[in-house]
């Protein structure tokens, strides 16, 4: 009956850890944190939801490796359709990952900056396990 009771006690107080030493504190504390910080893990999720398609995580790491290509550029690169580059990179463009300047008829796409200081420890992890070497 004790055994009841006590989980019967834990779901009144919302919390569904059983243990008998559970640590009420830091569970109210990190649903605190995690609560405070919602709006930061919703654009974190949405920019790795981005970067979680091969094709943008390639795009990505080559911006950030080369400074700025344009599509003509990532088409050849990457094997494919400059139309099929192009819309990796709207869907970068519309989410604020990289930002574009235009030469002539050429735009040339870039990582923002603010952007580089999430993705350089991947790529970093990338390069660290590669074979060739970046200059």
């Not at 398609?53 to 400059?82: A, H, Q, T, Y």
Request: net charge negative; with cysteine; charged share 25%.
């Amino acid at each position: 009956m004790t055994l009841l009771n006590s989980k019967e006690e834990t779901m009144e107080n919302n919390q569904s850890c059983i243990r008998v030493f559970a640590d009420k504190d830091q569970i109210n504390h990190c649903r605190e944190l995690l609560q405070a910080n919602g709006s930061a893990f919703g654009q974190l999720s949405g920019l790795l939801a981005l970067a979680g398609n091969e094709v943008r995580l390639k795009i990505l790491f080559l911006l950030e490796e080369e400074n700025e290509l344009c599509p003509c550029d990532l088409s050849d690169i990457l094997g494919m359709s400059i139309p099929a580059v192009s819309q990796h990179l709207r869907k970068l463009k519309d989410k604020n990952v990289i930002e574009g300047r235009r030469e002539g008829q050429t735009i040339f796409y870039s990582l923002k900056q603010e952007q580089l200081t999430l993705f350089h420890p991947f790529f970093k992890h990338i390069i660290n396990n590669s074979n060739i070497v970046t200059v």
